[in-house]
């Protein structure tokens, strides 16, 4: 059974994919990969079958991928497998490159392969830890604190004179016995007293020599690794473990895993290293053309580097910070009409013991501890933010009561939600799922949006707290500040549209009371710029209760109540007694606002993909969208925005006799940055029923708006929408280097921290000055001087990448090397360097515009 659908596959794919690959039979074991998988029946691991095609693991997955020609050839179940793998392999690889590097620095080096076999040991059986101990073995954090508490437990039994000096001193004053690898030498060895489990003095050297915190390493060897010694029978004997024991267990794992032998990174396997190809790239890289003495050398941040380089970053920004309430904000607390202080407490302890147990279910069963290290950090942080948000708000509204927003339940939860999520997306933890709340949600998994279920937080509530969390927290890095971007972005992609969210019923609302004369976005102001002047007390507390209510002079200028004076001449301030009035939504208005904003980027970017012979349809395909989004909105619940998008630019395009195929939209959607295959290949059709974009085209989108769609090939088509005003992103990044007016090259980077490194915080391509530091040579004080001043552009050009801008990379769509849906063919790279050059131009004008709003802010 497995053999025919694998041989059905391979019929489908061979003509459009054999062309690209060496041979028959590394098709043939994609394709078998790919059946086996779909199927649950594989009766082989990964290594075995990459062996048997030749093939290393890194172009393997690539071909998998490729073979998705159809867009329907590759399941989800197939496209997760394959995540997983490619996340695990790139995790082990990094894990295995530093314990490369670790052990030349710990082992003296022998001729008579006694180094090597304590590797090959070591190796093998932190791998045995991470595969027991760990349910999420792609954790690239808790792995490689896992492997510092391998190389520890191996350093103390090892002899000393197969150590450096650093770690032979390192040793506590209980000895170490002789290495042993044979019973018979063991049967010789004199009996010695246990030794203590756990050599603080070490782990605190191995921690500090690779940038590690202690306290986490040392609660991760207590809580986990000292167990899942207890369970190999490992954690009292003074002897290095049976080499043929562990290869055994191990064997076991991996062949129940079925995927790749981590054992074979030590035997330099062809098929599990990064290809020599990929290697040579990078060394083939340009280099400037600068002597060696003018060169700040600056080594590659290696993943590990950068984790541990961001978790220092973090936990020393939250130093000062306790994990109680400050002085500053039990005042805050104490100002409250009623004191939420106990309420605050309370929530927090409840939600710890819930969020450790729920990490703990994703992690491993003996990670409670962990998990109530990283709850900590984000209490800290949560109570940092809290403060200043507060100060914001004082200094704004000239009020220190705010009792109803403290005393609001949302508001701390989701301020909690958004802080763990900062030290889970810092430890690697959160990433994204691949189909949010909608696909397959998994226990094992710390993906956003998991925090929001851990809490039972709605989405809608979450996005509220974003961007005034993000203006409170200057220290946080720009990766942070992007990956709650894009938690934003989710939230009104699919999130807040899921069934339960609170988002229908202030939708439902607004129409009720009147949503014809007051719609949630005027279509008049869309082209206006996107003010963010809202807080989250703006948005935690409007409208404070659903129905209609009367805006008085004492109700506006109240402290408890809406946040924002009503201007002047506001109707409801005027004496004369007025009929009630409908209290709008700040928080829905400005969630469309960004949601417009966000949906005509993202059609724009695909209709300069397809339709860049056809641009009078641009607007046409947005009038149509966004006619979907504000008055059609039900077609949002459970389903994706760009389901939408993708739906009407067909339906346009289709009404305007332009040939564009569904599959042509769907490969060029592709190409989009931050899609997942499960947008076009599993939409809701019906309730509890799913299938591809095209079948939800044809029943579900097409039957809604059937009308409204014709109308567009009538001679009076209907108004077209304004074009929302193309977004700027809201959040600051003051430590970030800005350029110098009036020149290109020169960039300033104000010290973020004193604890880091200033060549870590500057482009590597450039020259790098740090004022207050030694500088070296005089003379490159002059060189600067030379760039800056000289108008000979060629000079500057050294400094660069080279002296012409060549594209990397080329979109294609089809096989046959056509670039455009209607078959026209690609003039070559000119084009398209000419477009890279209008975006640097316009990217270029963007940075002065916003060093010039920044300046005049500073002035107000």
């Not at 802080?419 to 949010?436: D, N, R």
């Not at 948005?539 to 002047?568: F, K």
């Amino acid at each position: 059974m497995v053999c025919e659908q694998a041989w059905k596959l391979w019929k489908t794919v061979q003509e459009t994919v054999n062309e690209l690959v060496e041979g028959r039979l590394k098709l043939w074991g994609a394709c078998l990969f790919v059946t086996v998988t779909d199927m649950d029946a594989a009766c082989f691991t990964l290594t075995q079958l990459l062996k048997a095609v030749n093939m290393n693991i890194v172009m393997f997955l690539g071909l998998v991928r490729k073979l998705d020609v159809n867009l329907d050839t590759i399941s989800t179940k197939v496209n997760s497998a394959l995540m997983r793998l490619e996340k695990k392999y790139d995790v082990t690889l990094a894990l295995y490159q530093r314990f490369e590097k670790t052990c030349k620095n710990i082992f003296v080096l022998g001729s008579d392969g006694k180094t090597k076999e304590l590797a090959r040991s070591c190796w093998t059986l932190f791998l045995l830890a991470t595969g027991k101990a760990l349910q999420m073995e792609d954790d690239l954090v808790i792995s490689f604190q896992l492997l510092l508490c391998t190389m520890e437990y191996y350093i103390k039994r090892c002899p000393p004179d197969l150590l450096q000096p650093l770690y032979s001193s390192a040793i506590s004053t209980v000895q170490s016995p002789p290495i042993r690898t044979s019973r018979r030498n063991q049967s010789k060895a004199k009996p010695r007293p246990p030794e203590p489990e756990l050599d603080v003095q070490l782990l605190e050297t191995l921690s500090r020599a690779n940038e590690c915190n202690t306290e986490e390493v040392k609660n991760v060897y207590q809580t986990s690794f000292i167990a899942f010694l207890e369970s190999l029978d490992l954690s009292k004997s003074v002897d290095l473990p049976q080499m043929d024991n562990l290869n055994q267990q191990y064997e076991e794992h991996y062949l129940k895993g079925r995927d790749f032998d981590g054992r074979l990174f030590l035997d330099g396997d062809e098929t599990i290293l990064v290809p020599k190809t990929e290697i040579l790239q990078v060394e083939k890289t340009p280099k400037k053309n600068l002597q060696d003495n003018d060169v700040v050398h600056i080594p590659p941040q290696t993943p590990i580097g950068a984790a541990m380089t961001s978790i220092q970053q973090l936990r020393g920004d939250l130093v000062s910070s306790g994990d109680k309430p400050s002085t500053n904000l039990n005042t805050y607390f104490k100002n409250c009409t009623v004191d939420p202080t106990q309420d605050v407490l309370q929530r927090l302890d409840t939600l710890g013991q819930t969020f450790s147990q729920r990490f703990s279910q994703a992690v491993g069963p003996r990670f409670v501890i962990v998990g109530k290290q990283r709850y900590t950090l984000g209490v800290k942080l949560y109570y940092k933010v809290m403060e200043a948000m507060l100060k914001s708000e004082e200094k704004r509204l000239s009020v220190q009561n705010f009792s109803k927003l403290l005393n609001g339940s949302k508001f701390h939860e989701s301020l909690l939600a958004c802080a763990l999520e900062v030290v889970m997306a810092t430890y690697g933890e959160s990433s994204f799922k691949s189909g949010g709340n909608g696909g397959e949600s998994s226990e094992s998994e710390l993906c956003f949006p998991w925090i929001l279920d851990v809490f039972s937080v709605a989405a809608f509530d979450f996005y509220k707290v974003i961007e005034s969390f993000i203006k409170a927290e200057p220290s946080l890095s720009k990766d942070i500040v992007k990956h709650l971007e894009t938690c934003e972005n989710l939230i009104m992609e699919k999130i807040a549209w899921l069934t339960g969210s609170p988002l229908f019923d202030l939708l439902k609302h607004e129409q009720e009371a009147g949503a014809a004369e007051t719609p949630v976005e005027t279509p008049a102001n869309m082209n206006q710029p996107l003010q963010h002047s809202h807080t989250a007390a703006d948005l935690y507390l409007s409208p404070l209760r659903p129905g209609v209510r009367v805006l008085t002079p004492e109700s506006s200028a109240a402290p408890n109540t809406q946040p924002i004076a009503p201007a002047p001449n506001h109707p409801a301030l005027q004496a004369a007694p007025q009929p009630p009035r409908h209290a709008k939504s700040n928080s829905l208005g400005l969630f469309y606002k960004k949601l417009y904003r966000l949906a005509y980027t993202r059609l724009k970017m695909l209709c300069s993909y397809l339709l860049s012979s056809h641009p009078e349809l641009e607007p046409i395909i947005w009038t149509l969208f966004q006619y979907t989004l504000q008055h059609e909105y039900e077609l949002m619940r459970n389903r994706h925005l760009d389901q939408l998008m993708m739906s009407a630019m067909y339906a346009i395009a289709k009404v305007k006799s332009v040939d564009l195929r569904f599959k042509t939209i769907v490969t060029a959607y592709k190409n989009m940055p931050n899609t997942k295959q499960e947008t076009f290949k599993h939409v809701l059709i019906s309730e509890g029923s799913y299938d591809s974009i095209i079948v939800f085209y044809n029943q579900v989108f097409m039957q809604k708006l059937k009308t409204n769609i014709l109308q567009y090939a009538s001679p009076r088509p209907p108004t077209l929408s304004p074009i929302p005003q193309i977004p700027r992103s809201p959040y600051k990044f003051p430590n970030s280097p800005l350029r110098v007016p009036g020149s290109n090259n020169v960039y300033i980077s104000p010290m973020k921290n004193p604890r880091m490194s200033p060549g870590i915080m500057t482009p590597r391509s450039r020259m790098l000055v740090s004022i207050g530091e030694s500088f070296g040579l005089t003379n490159r004080f002059q060189k600067i001087n030379q760039m800056v001043n000289s108008s000979d552009r060629s000079f500057k050009r050294t400094l660069d990448l080279g002296p012409s801008l060549k594209p990397h990379k080329r979109l294609r769509f089809d096989v046959d090397g056509q670039d455009e849906a209607d078959g026209s063919k690609s003039n070559g790279d000119s084009m398209l360097i000419q477009k890279l050059a209008e975006m640097n131009s316009t990217r270029s004008r963007m940075q002065e515009q916003k060093m010039k709003e920044d300046a005049e802010s500073k002035r107000d």
